[in-house]
C-alpha cells in the first residue's frame, strides 16, 4: 500500500515562495511516477506536472506554453520525496494541492494524497 503525504501548506503572503513536498512510503522500491494536481476555488481539479524516477519531468500543457514558469517540479529520491515550488506567489496560486502516484507504464494514477491546501494572502 502506497502511502503519500503532502506539505507545504497554509497562509502565505503573495511574493514570497511556495515549496510543497510529497512524502511517499514506497516509492523508491516501486519507482513510480509521482505527478502534482491542484484544485481551485470551485475549479476541477487539473494536472500541473510529473516527474518519473530518473528526474525526467512533464508540465501541463498550459505550463509549458507560459513564458514564465508557473511551478518547478523536482525529485529527491533518497528521501522518497518529489517537490513542487514556485517564487512570486499570485492570487491564482491559491487551491488544493494533491500528489498522485502511478506506475511509469500507466498513465493512471491510482494513488493519492489528502491534498494540503494553499491560501495567497495579500
Known amino acids: 500500500q502506497v502511502q503519500l503525504v503532502e506539505t507545504g501548506g497554509g497562509l502565505v503572503q503573495a511574493g514570497g515562495p511556495l515549496r510543497h513536498c510529497c512524502a511517499g512510503?514506497?516509492?523508491?522500491?516501486?519507482?513510480?511516477?509521482i505527478g502534482w494536481f491542484r484544485q481551485g476555488p470551485g475549479k476541477e481539479r487539473e494536472f500541473v506536472a510529473d516527474?518519473?524516477?530518473?528526474?525526467?519531468?512533464?508540465?501541463?500543457?498550459g505550463h509549458a506554453d507560459s513564458v514564465v514558469p508557473r511551478f518547478t517540479i523536482s525529485g529527491d529520491n533518497a528521501k522518497n520525496s518529489v517537490y513542487l515550488q514556485r517564487s512570486s506567489l499570485k492570487p491564482w496560486v491559491t487551491a488544493v494541492y494533491y500528489c498522485a502516484a502511478r506506475d511509469a507504464t500507466s498513465s493512471y494514477y491510482d494513488y493519492w494524497g489528502d491534498g494540503t491546501q494553499v491560501t495567497i494572502t495579500s
Open positions: 512510503s514506497v516509492r523508491r522500491v516501486r519507482r513510480e511516477n
Open positions: 516527474i518519473n524516477w530518473s528526474g525526467s519531468y512533464t508540465y501541463s500543457r
